[in-house]
């Protein structure tokens, strides 16, 4: 871990001192984005001063309790405390979340202009057979105006493709905490997935005892008890006491609310996992059966055996099976991001 550190912290310093080494690439891993986002993040350092104010005035609290001792001045100091530090937790798990998503949405626009190459350059192939032909007699002008007219649509595709990789990358540096045109970069997984056993009852059970928004609840749950225990005496006025009552209810609703909402967060993640676990095995048998069929399809185009349209229907069908392929890979990774963010678990 301290190796770690000294590693990112030298990537900023470099970065932030101009020197002719930051323009050379840097290929981050998710374990560090996570680490160099947590060391640059604004709203993380927000949520830090917003704890140490909460320690502030707590001790100011305390130090009160000798000239006025007031049991639910320091309570109310002890639970803006505790809201705090879950607060200061939460904004950790949902910069982690941020950084999580950001980094796979970068390797998978990587992986759409990957194939959006491989289909301009496959027009290409298409378009130099359909004027070979032409020049033979095998071949109408129709047909070479239909194979140039598929190299400026995947030329726009590749174009598009870029657009949207430039983007992501951008919304990753920024996340990251650096200008957004420094040469950093998500560093590339293998387009495979290994198996993951989830107990979903389990972790809907863990994620109940230890999310920190359920944490903070029971805190201001205690705090609505603790007001209706010392409201109910011969001195204090009824309607105080019917007002602290009300708040309690207020609070154990909405604590029941939040568990129903987690619950059903954790739910549909988890159905998502599911969904693309499966979209995957398909997808991978597509690709099989259109690249198979794109093969066919070019030594049936080259025989005059079918037309440029056919030819066309085939190479649309490969690119689709990939991009089909693609978007399932790392919808499952965002799926296990989003599932152990919800149940309070680390990323495996």
Request: aromatic share 4%; glycine share 2%; charged share 25%.
């Amino acid at each position: 871990m301290q190796i770690r550190k000294l590693v990112i912290a030298v990537i900023i310093l470099v970065l932030l001192g101009g020197s002719a080494l930051a323009r050379e690439p840097i290929y981050l891993t998710l374990a560090e984005a996570e680490q160099m986002a947590m060391e640059n993040s604004v709203s993380l350092r927000i949520s830090r001063l917003a704890l140490d104010e909460a320690q502030f005035n707590y001790r100011q609290a305390d130090a009160a309790m000798i000239m006025r001792p007031s049991p639910v001045m320091l309570l109310q100091a002890q639970a803006g405390l505790d809201i705090a530090k879950q607060n200061h937790l939460m904004a950790q798990d949902q910069l982690r979340l941020t950084v999580q998503t950001d980094f796979y949405n970068v390797l998978k626009m990587q992986n759409v202009v990957q194939i959006a190459q491989e289909g301009l350059e496959s027009a290409k192939r298409h378009e130099d057979i359909a004027v070979k032909q032409y020049d033979v007699g095998t071949a109408t002008r129709l047909d070479v105006i239909k194979a140039t007219r598929s190299v400026l649509n995947a030329q726009a595709s590749l174009s598009q493709a870029r657009h949207g990789l430039e983007l992501s990358q951008m919304k990753f540096r920024q996340n990251l905490g650096v200008s957004l045109d420094a040469p950093i970069f998500a560093k590339s997984v293998p387009l495979k997935i290994e198996p993951v056993e989830i107990d979903l009852e389990e972790d809907i059970t863990f994620a109940l005892a230890n999310r920190d928004e359920i944490k903070q609840l029971n805190v201001a749950v205690e705090v609505a008890r603790k007001n209706v225990e010392l409201a109910e005496n011969d001195y204090t006025p009824v309607l105080q006491l019917e007002q602290a009552k009300i708040n309690l209810a207020k609070m154990e609703a909405q604590l029941e609310q939040v568990k129903e909402l987690l619950v059903l967060d954790i739910r549909q993640n988890y159905s998502a996992i599911i969904d693309a676990r499966e979209r995957i095995t398909v997808h991978q048998k597509g690709i099989e059966e259109a690249e198979e069929m794109i093969r066919l399809s070019e030594l049936s185009y080259e025989a005059s055996m079918i037309t440029s349209n056919d030819l066309a229907d085939a190479q649309m069908a490969v690119l689709s099976a990939k991009n089909e392929f693609v978007a399932a890979v790392f919808d499952y990774r965002l799926s296990l991001a989003n599932y152990y963010n919800a149940v309070t678990r680390a990323l495996r």
